[in-house]
């Protein structure tokens, strides 16, 4: 328990911070999994408009300090080959 009450406010705050940034990082998730699902549809179309949808919410993920830098360009490297693999299979 913190003892002081600038310990307390920054235990709320981090609390706060915390759902927030659950919510952020699950939005981009989603948005990873979305372009996933397209590639596994083998639906072309659909996978580079996820992807092209995905690439601002990791960017942004990135800005707000939520993934690392290296992380995100790790997941758009990943989902840009697997994007190009369904182009180049249809």
Same mark, same amino acid.
């Given at each position: 328990m913190a003892n002081t009450k600038s310990a307390?406010?920054?235990a709320r705050q981090a609390a706060k911070h915390r759902t927030h940034n659950v919510t952020?990082? =699950? *939005?981009?998730?989603?948005a990873i999994r979305?372009?996933?699902?397209? %590639?596994? &549809?083998g639906d072309k179309g659909e996978a580079q =408009? *996820?992807?092209?949808?995905?690439?601002?919410?990791?960017?942004?993920m %990135?800005? &707000?300090r939520i993934i690392h830098r290296n992380a995100?360009?790790?997941y758009k490297s990943r989902l840009a080959t697997r994007v190009k693999g369904v182009t180049a299979a249809r």
């Open positions: 307390e406010k920054a952020l990082r =699950s *939005s981009m998730r989603t979305k372009v996933n699902d397209a %590639v596994a &549809k =408009s *996820s992807y092209k949808a995905a690439v601002p919410i990791i960017d942004s %990135v800005n &707000k995100a360009a790790r």
